[in-house]
Nanobody, 119 residues
């Protein structure tokens, strides 16, 4: 049974930082491309960051220079370091394994973790 479990979300002030983690089980983690997606209220789910099984990374324009995606294959975990957070980063953040690059469709999803950026 495949499980993706996100953690690390919470409430942070503008300009602050958070580190999200996604622990995977039930898959051969090292062969999967992994992505972080987010969905804000009233908006479609969107790609935030993506990392291939060869460690090639890509980011949404809105987070470039502020967010960093990384993976630790020994721990079956993918991370999202989020710095200089803005109120518009507020959303539920989802981890995805192996899905379509832009939408995550066809892959495995975690349950999501809420990130709220507010003073």
């Amino acid at each position: 049974q495949v499980q993706l479990v996100e953690s690390g979300g919470g409430l942070v002030q503008p300009g602050g930082s958070l580190r999200l983690s996604c622990a995977a089980s039930g898959i051969i983690f090292s062969i999967y491309a992994m992505g972080w997606y987010r969905q804000a209220p009233g908006k479609q789910r969107e790609l935030v960051a993506h990392i291939t099984n060869g460690d090639t990374t890509n980011y949404a324009d809105s987070v470039k220079g502020r967010f960093t995606i990384s993976r630790d294959n020994a721990k079956n975990t993918v991370y999202l370091q989020m710095n200089s957070l803005k109120p518009e980063d507020t959303a539920v953040y989802y981890c995805n394994a192996g899905g379509n690059y832009y939408t995550g469709i066809g892959g495995y999803w975690g349950q999501g973790t809420q990130v709220t950026v507010s003073s």
